[in-house]
């Protein structure tokens, strides 16, 4: 139920805005329009809260099936989670309410996917760069399954320096085998890589391997 959700970053999350840069397996979204609650019944708006809203559903199950009205209604929070008596037999309501926020759930069944990123101006990886520092143009292909980098090449190279080439090859060879979600930013609504490290800013990146990682993971 949408109340006053972000429609814009919604959208953005069921569609592929980068076209054939991203080839993915995945079944493509349908589109389909929606809107907020609060947009859609502005005289309403001052009673469309989520708490307002969770009222109203659970009156509405009431009426729909009818039970014993002396039980009354029983608020669930997450204290639940830890009853013994929901997490025994066939309940397993901690084991299941874990399993929904591990890697695993979260990142471990995105479908095949093969992303490309390019390079066209040294000064978008090394903020210093003034032409001089051995960077060129070029463009990483990151092939994934199931949240796992299966390759990674460096294509379309045409560097200045070949001591900075090795390097850059080096480090895309050796993103094979990570997590995805290591070497890019986090959604915003998502949990974080428990294996991630912070990579320094671009103006603080010193090495080449630094600064590269870092461009990766804010375009990737």
């Known amino acids: 139920m949408l109340l006053s959700a972000s429609l814009g970053s919604l959208g953005s999350s069921l569609r ?13 979204s349908v589109p389909a329009p929606v809107a907020n609650l609060t947009d859609a019944f502005p005289d309403r708006k001052a009673m469309l809260e989520h708490q307002g809203f969770v009222q109203a559903v659970v009156a509405e199950f009431h009426r729909t099936y009818p039970g014993d009205e002396s039980k009354g209604k029983t608020e669930v929070d997450e204290g639940w989670l830890d009853k013994p008596e929901l997490n025994e037999g066939r309940w397993k309501l901690r084991e299941n309410f874990e399993e929904l926020q591990s890697w695993g759930w979260v ?8 992303h490309r990123v390019e390079m066209h101006d040294s000064s978008e990886v090394d903020a210093s760069s003034t032409g001089e520092g051995g960077w060129g143009t070029f463009a990483v292909e990151v092939h994934s399954k199931e949240g796992i980098v299966l390759d990674a090449k460096l294509v379309d190279a045409r560097f200045d320096n070949a001591e900075v080439e090795r390097r850059v090859r080096a480090v895309v060879q050796d993103l094979k085998g990570r997590r995805y979600d290591e ?18 800013g671009i103006d603080k990146a010193t090495s ?13």
């Open 183 to 200: 070497l890019a930013l986090p959604p915003p609504w998502g949990p974080a890589s428990s294996t991630a490290t912070s990579v320094a």
């Open 16 to 28: 592929n805005d980068r076209g054939e840069l991203l080839v993915t397996k995945g079944v493509a």
């Open 107 to 114: 990142f471990g069944q995105t479908p095949e996917f093969t």
């Open 208 to 220: 080449i391997e630094d600064k590269l990682l870092h461009w990766l993971r804010t375009v990737l």
